[in-house]
């Protein structure tokens, strides 16, 4: 079964300073990786996805995420975090396996970005 | 970006009763929408997929007579929770995937607070 993994609850970061939130992925054949984020009550935005090409994607708010097939890593990333990029941050798979290529999300991963 | 609505935001339900919510794509045609739910502090579970004009295929363990999906058009589906208790009352999603070539990402509404007092 297509799956991901955020292994961290809670990423803390200071404003300014770079950021990363992890995501591995467990796929049978090529990954199509997705991110979102979700402020409180609300729903998810879509950041970037990747389908095939560069290894680096950039989406958008200045987010970028590194494809990184070795390691099946999907890292979110971006240079300079703001106080606003605070949120809950979503890595997703999509699965081939259905015939309706459903969404398999991670378990959230909650960004804190202090001033 | 597609824009996908859903409503109500927010909405306080007596037990027993049905709620009704609506996630409707305002600049695309969406063929198929998904409908999750989300625990406090934890991930999207997906309780159904709806394709316009079929029956709305179910995950594993969600009541299809609980939670009706209705797909009627291209821009709107509906979820109606039947006979609510408090148990039911989380926070639903919907996505909905446009109708167009290409792998497209999914869209998400705002998502609705259901609570079931």
């Known amino acids: 079964a297509q799956s991901v993994a955020q292994p961290e609850d809670q990423v803390n970061v200071a404003e300014g300073n770079p950021l990363t939130v992890k995501c591995t992925y467990s796929?049978?054949?090529?990954?199509?990786l997705f991110w979102y984020v979700q402020y409180p009550n609300r729903g998810l935005q879509f950041l970037l996805k990747?389908?095939?090409?560069?290894?680096l994607v950039k989406g958008s708010y200045g987010f970028e995420a590194e494809f990184n097939k070795s390691q099946t890593s999907f890292h979110l990333k971006k240079p300079s975090a703001l106080v606003s990029d605070s949120a809950l941050y979503f890595c997703?798979?999509?699965?081939?396996?259905?015939?309706?290529?459903?969404?398999?999300f991670g378990t959230g991963t909650r960004l804190l970005v202090s001033p | 970006g597609a824009v996908v609505s859903q409503h109500p935001s927010r909405v306080i339900c007596k037990s027993g009763t049905s709620v009704k919510i609506e996630c409707r794509s305002l600049?695309?045609?969406?063929?198929?929408m998904f409908w999750y739910r989300q625990f406090p502090k934890q991930s999207l579970m997906l309780m159904a997929t709806?394709?316009?004009?079929?029956?709305?295929?179910?995950e594993q363990g969600v009541e299809k007579d609980k939670f009706l999906i209705n797909h009627a058009s291209l821009t709107l589906s509906t979820l109606t929770v039947t006979s609510a208790h408090p148990e039911d009352s989380s926070f639903y999603i919907c996505?909905?995937?446009?109708?167009?070539?290409?792998?497209?990402?999914?869209?998400f509404g705002q998502g609705t607070r259901l609570t079931v007092v």
């Open positions: 996505s909905a995937r446009a109708r167009r070539e290409g792998n497209t990402e999914a869209f």
């Open positions: 796929v049978s054949g090529n990954p199509y």
């Open positions: 990747y389908i095939t090409g560069d290894n």
């Open positions: 997703a798979v999509r699965d081939f396996n259905t015939g309706f290529q459903k969404l398999v």
């Open positions: 600049d695309f045609q969406a063929t198929t």
């Open positions: 709806s394709n316009e004009g079929s029956k709305a295929t179910y």
